[in-house]
């Protein structure tokens, strides 16, 4: 494969945004991506894909911390239930948790 803009020379990488084959003179590293040099559009297009990708992994995170959230709060909930005399404190904080619960199953389902 042959560079874009030189034909003579040989493609040294392709770039991520526009797949054109590019000499090492035209490509430029830009947060572990290969691009054209000097390209802000090529800039801006990695920086929306990399936006993209941390707000997927936070979504992740946060459907994981209610999970756990959820099964601390529905195991607190659900010993009262077993000879407490307040049983409705402990019915509340279980419903809590059986809602954190189906919470964190939404967010890790995105």
Do not use: W
Not at 86 to 104: A, K, R, T
Request: with cysteine; glycine share 12%.
């Amino acid at each position: 494969m042959k560079c874009y803009n030189h034909n003579d020379r040989d493609a040294f990488g392709i770039s991520l945004v526009t797949g054109k084959g590019l000499c090492g003179e035209c490509l430029e590293e830009y947060k572990s991506c290969i691009i054209e040099k000097d390209s802000d559009f090529s800039k801006k297009k990695i920086d929306q894909l990399m936006i993209g990708y941390s707000t997927i992994n936070a979504s992740k995170f946060i459907g994981k911390l209610f999970i756990v959230i959820g099964v601390i709060f529905t195991l607190i909930g659900i010993i009262p239930l077993f000879g407490s005399e307040n049983q409705f404190s402990g019915l509340f904080v279980g419903i809590f948790g059986i809602f954190c619960l189906l919470m964190g199953i939404t967010y890790n389902k995105k």
